[in-house]
């Protein structure tokens, strides 16, 4: 999550100079995580990250801003409707009826986000692209999991001719590959 934070922040930094450009004309870049599960060990749902003297905290520049929200301690926590980043939060998580209108008369640009929204999942097109996008996210998750298991399957087999090299008998190579007798039998007569 770290290396993938810095590697977009470090695109959107470095994006900003066109050839020929001063490097004083470079602006403050500011990362935003906001993640559906606990990442960073500390209880606060909001954590702010920078440049900083190691030893004495100081801080080098403030062109650099890694923010990392985790939802999950955000719902834990009592919420307070005065402060704006805990509005735009709820606004996000869909809250019950009371609650979303009470945070759009305390924050005109709620009210307008939601009309937004509202508008845009009546376009079909916008809607077909949502679409998609999800469809997209659930085949690289699918992508991912089935290449750890295609992973975990190469390493028992590893493990599985390791085994029969030290002559372990079938028995004891599928208790500990929980693989098939017949695979397990292909891998030897492979070895032979």
């Given at each position: 999550?770290v290396?993938?934070?810095?590697?977009?922040?470090?695109?959107?930094?470095?994006s900003?100079?066109?050839?020929?450009?001063?490097y004083?004309?470079?602006k403050?870049?500011?990362?935003?995580?906001?993640?559906?599960f606990d990442?960073?060990?500390?209880?606060?749902?909001?954590?702010?990250?920078?440049?900083?003297?190691?030893?004495?905290?100081?801080?080098?520049?403030?062109?650099?801003e890694?923010?990392?929200?985790?939802?999950?301690?955000?719902?834990?926590q009592?919420?307070d409707l005065?402060?704006s980043?805990?509005?735009?939060?709820?606004?996000?998580?869909?809250?019950n009826?009371?609650i979303?209108?009470?945070?759009?008369m305390?924050?005109?640009?709620i009210?307008k986000?939601?009309?937004?929204?509202?508008f845009?999942?009546?376009?079909?097109?916008?809607?077909?692209l949502?679409?998609?996008?999800?469809?997209?996210?659930?085949?690289?998750?699918?992508?991912?999991e089935?290449?750890?298991?295609?992973?975990r399957e190469e390493?028992r087999?590893?493990v599985?001719k390791k085994?029969?090299?030290?002559r372990m008998?079938?028995?004891?190579?599928i208790n500990?590959?929980?693989?098939?007798?017949?695979?397990?039998?292909?891998?030897?007569?492979?070895?032979?």
């Open positions: 999550m290396e993938r934070t810095l590697f977009y922040w470090s695109r959107l930094f470095n900003q100079l066109k050839k020929g450009q001063n004083r004309n470079l403050r870049t500011i990362t935003i995580n906001i993640l559906n990442y960073i060990d500390i209880e606060k749902f909001h954590s702010t990250f920078g440049l900083y003297e190691e030893e004495l905290k100081i801080k080098l520049t403030d062109l650099m890694l923010d990392f929200i985790e939802l999950p301690k955000f719902l834990k009592q919420k005065e402060d980043l805990q509005r735009w939060l709820l606004f996000l998580i869909k809250p009826k009371e979303l209108e009470e945070i759009e305390k924050d005109p640009t009210k986000a939601k009309t937004i929204l509202e845009l999942e009546r376009d079909a097109e916008t809607v077909r949502a679409e998609l996008r999800e469809k997209a996210i659930r085949d690289e998750i699918s992508r991912i089935g290449a750890r298991e295609e992973g390493g087999i590893e599985a085994l029969l090299k030290m008998d079938i028995l004891t190579v500990a590959t929980e693989l098939k007798k017949e695979e397990i039998e292909k891998i030897k007569s492979s070895m032979n």
